[in-house]
């Protein structure tokens, strides 16, 4: 599953042909991408349980692989920039596809998230990456709570931290918190990993 936008699978998934699950609807012919269509192509049953409709007239969507009455299959694969497929073909799969989950549970998991988690609801139900705007840092951000506009800190009495961001680049930060809920950098620096 993704995670951050612009950051693991989601970074690859860009850089890919961009596929996503087209199907076609038996009454009209109109071709709904769930995973993009969503939240408005769930629909509600009487019976509280609900169904994928189709963008155009609403009616229920096949599930998976069906098959119309001319022998067609009624879904497939689309992406969205043909001209990367050479590069790389890239899928983009939910819970929206199988026919044992319930597109209302999952709607009704998006309106009200379990414990307030709606990330783990869009990463793990709908199968994109997301991140909240609270979650994620830039470097205007960073900056705003250094010391001074060039963002280091030239000397500090302690104590003081360091932070390491492991990889085949070693990111290092140390710093200080400073009164008034500011932080002061001492250094910012990035080491490729050896061997040793």
């Known amino acids: 599953n993704p995670s951050h936008e612009d950051f693991g699978i989601d970074l690859i998934f860009k850089q890919s042909d961009q596929r996503h699950w087209h199907r076609k609807c038996f009454h009209c012919g109109t071709w709904t991408c769930a995973e993009k269509s969503f939240p408005g192509c769930v629909k509600i049953r009487q019976d509280g349980t609900g ?9 229920e969507l096949p599930t998976w692989q069906g098959f119309d009455e001319n022998g067609k299959p009624s879904g497939e694969w689309v992406a969205d920039f ?6 790389m073909s890239g899928y983009m799969a939910s819970q929206l596809m199988h026919p ?4 209302a549970d999952i709607l009704e998991s ?3 998230p379990p414990f307030g988690n709606l990330a783990d609801v ?20 960073v900056l705003a709570c250094c010391s001074n506009s060039e963002g280091l800190v030239t000397r500090h009495p302690g104590p003081c931290a360091m932070g390491v961001d492991v990889g085949k680049v070693k990111h290092v930060v140390i710093g200080a918190k ?6 002061g950098l001492f250094s910012l620096n990035t080491s490729s990993s050896s061997g040793s």
């Open 82 to 87: 043909p001209d990367k497929t050479k590069h």
């Open 178 to 183: 400073l009164p008034k809920d500011r932080f």
């Open 110 to 112: 998006y309106v009200n």
């Open 51 to 59: 169904y994928v409709g189709c963008d155009k007239c609403g009616r």
């Open 122 to 141: 869009v990463r793990l139900r709908l199968g994109r990456a997301y991140s909240d705007k609270n979650e994620k840092l830039n470097r205007a951000d």
């Open 100 to 103: 044992f989950n319930d597109p």
